[in-house]
């Protein structure tokens, strides 16, 4: 089972996906900044100067009036946290996005390699001189010659 475990981790796919699994990490927290320093504040404007972030409805219990959400989630009350769902759900979008256009440019270019590749092959095949007579041809050729000889 151990060498088992082995083979599956040292398999090139894993360490792959453990490398994109920090990048995507690290990734996040930049998407989580766009979102929170630059989107937010522009829908804030849109809506009326509110934190989006924020924005959360009391279901039980007290929180005071003008409350953050951090100190609304503290109090111990139920709240429903509708803006941060709202401010994850961009998040998401802006992920799936960038990785939409991540792939779609790497299948671009990996198109346009083969092609590339292809072209040259074709070239290739076009350069080459037309193939020689074979080992049998020789051979026939040098008995025929013989026979003539004799």
């Known amino acids: 089972m151990l060498k088992?475990?082995?083979?599956?981790?040292?398999?090139?796919?894993?360490?792959?996906?453990?490398?994109?699994?920090i990048v995507g990490a690290a990734f996040t927290a930049i998407v989580r900044s766009l979102v929170a320093d630059i989107i937010d504040p522009i829908i804030g404007l849109i809506v009326g100067g509110i934190?989006?972030?924020?924005?959360?409805f009391v279901m039980e219990g007290t929180v005071p009036a003008g409350?953050?959400?951090?100190?609304?989630?503290d109090s111990s009350a139920a709240i429903f946290a509708y803006g941060a769902f709202i401010t994850?759900?961009?998040?998401?979008?802006?992920?799936?996005?960038?990785v939409f256009m991540l792939v779609k440019t790497i299948n671009?270019?990996?198109a346009a390699a083969e092609r590339k590749a292809k072209k040259q092959e074709e070239i290739k095949a076009a350069e080459a001189p037309p193939p020689g007579p074979s080992e049998l041809d020789v051979l026939l050729e040098i008995r025929d010659?013989?026979?003539?000889?004799?």
Do not use: P, T, W
């Open 4 to 21: 088992e475990f082995r083979d599956f981790i040292a398999r090139g796919n894993v360490v792959d996906m453990a490398v994109g699994i």
């Open 51 to 56: 934190d989006f972030s924020d924005m959360y």
């Open 67 to 73: 409350a953050s959400l951090a100190d609304a989630r």
């Open 88 to 98: 994850s759900v961009i998040n998401f979008m802006i992920i799936a996005f960038v």
């Open 108 to 110: 671009r270019v990996r």
């Open 145 to 150: 010659a013989l026979k003539k000889q004799q």
